[in-house]
């Protein structure tokens, strides 16, 4: 287990969903972490998308109010795309990942002040379900019986909360998030805004971004996901505009 080789080997680019009307995303994320402050951090590494690659920071508050801040060419070609409306603030930062051990990464984000790191494992368990989970099918995402499987694999047999994998996001298109692999994260800290947010814990109830509810435990994930195109004309509109700003 190297996910620092592994994941600074991903080609960075352009790429499409073979399914017909959507778009898609594919790298690693923090899917949530939760701290002792009550805060809840996580982050999303796009090395590739229908938009290029982006880097994206989600905060919520311990009052429940989520922020998403974005290291893309567009706000509208990133996270906020999908779960902006959900979200008080959705802003532009400068955001850095990097790679301290074969298993450690430490974030840093100018606005909101972030350092963040956090590094992860896997047992015996986890090692054989990501093995097989891996293995499948792009095709196995399709069928809602099979996504509600692994939602609830993952609450009552990896016990890291529930899970919501597929539904209408808040940007209002459908979607299914596909980690192929988790990790939990051992180990974290953060200080933001000069603040230490504590020990990494298990949340109480699962964060909520909309609809969708988040893992209570802190989990990493490597795969993708596939969300319907809303609006042909509009996303046309964006691969110009990124293309245009990357001449």
Known sequence: MNLASELTAIEQGVIRSPWEGHETVRGFAVMSLPFESGDVLASRTIPQSDFGPYSTLW????????????DA???EVACPRYWGPAAV???????????T???TARMTVDAPALEWTFSMSQGPLLAVLNALHAALPLGSWRPRVLVAAREWLAEHVLR??????????PGGMNGTMMPARIYRIHDAAARLDGVD???PVRADAPPRLGEFELPSSPIFAVGGAHVETPDRDEYERLVREVARRGD
């Open 89 to 99: 603030e959705n802003a532009f930062a400068d955001i850095e990942l990097s790679w």
């Open 73 to 75: 060419p567009l706000l």
């Open 197 to 199: 947010l504590g020990r």
């Open 101 to 103: 051990g074969p298993n």
């Open 160 to 169: 890291v909360g529930r899970i919501d994998l597929a539904g209408r996001l």
């Open 59 to 70: 905060h919520r508050r311990p009052d429940g109010r989520w922020s998403i801040h974005v």
